[in-house]
């Protein structure tokens, strides 16, 4: 390779660097402070960059916000991506997403923050975050494969809309970790140590199955 295209490759990769740092950043900036409370220049000192930077690759901070946004969905696809789901039976395979789902909130709770800060903003950054459908689609379509085999193994009872599924799925586990401090306080009882966790977990996911579980006796094949 002649000494102008090493050149220009060392530039791609010091300029991504760059923006991955901006992103690391901003993520930690946006969980604790929200869109509102965040301010470009500490989310460039945090960097270790310049907030002029900020705006060449993001164009403001809501864009960053946005990029941000479009990251963290991109992750939790690619850790369930990462399952193969498709390669197990119905039953396990749906307990390993419930699980998943679960497990992704216990150990990522700026994606809890930020997808709460999101909300009060009426989810207007992922109207301008034109990869994040298709990111979020294969899910869906994979929770429809997988219900519908558990059906032919009669292990499902039929009817049930993939999208409802993974809202009931996606919910007991989003609402029991955005809400686990007022709920502990509400109730008099500690939600948020490792024993609670796991009880809260194995509850969530005794629940999810049974829901969907046939429950009319098998037809015996012949």
Do not use: C, W
């Amino acid at each position: 390779m002649s000494e102008a295209p090493k050149k220009r490759k060392a530039k791609r990769e010091t300029s991504e660097s760059t923006r991955q740092q901006l992103l690391a950043a901003a993520r930690e900036a946006f969980m604790v402070g929200g869109l509102e409370g965040a301010r470009v220049d500490d989310i460039a000192l945090r960097a270790g960059s310049n907030k002029q930077l900020v705006y060449h690759y993001f164009g403001n901070k809501d864009g960053l916000y946005t990029a941000v946004l479009e990251q963290v969905y991109q992750e939790i696809r690619e850790q369930e991506a990462a399952l193969k789901l498709g390669s197990l039976p119905a039953e396990e395979a749906m307990r390993k997403l419930v699980e998943f789902s679960f497990d992704y909130l216990r150990q990522s709770p700026e994606f809890v923050r930020i997808l709460v800060d999101e909300n009060i903003h009426y989810g207007r950054h992922l109207k301008d975050a034109g990869a994040v459908q298709a990111v979020n689609k294969p899910i869906i379509d994979l929770i429809a494969q997988t219900l519908e085999r558990g059906v032919e193994d009669g292990v499902f009872r039929r009817g049930l809309d993939p999208l409802h599924v993974y809202l009931s799925i996606a919910g007991m586990s989003f609402f029991y970790f955005a809400n686990i401090h007022t709920l502990s306080y509400a109730f008099s009882r500690s939600l948020d140590g490792e024993a609670e966790m796991d009880e809260r977990r194995a509850h969530i996911v005794d629940f999810a199955l049974n829901a969907i579980r046939n429950r009319a006796p098998a037809t015996p094949s012949t």
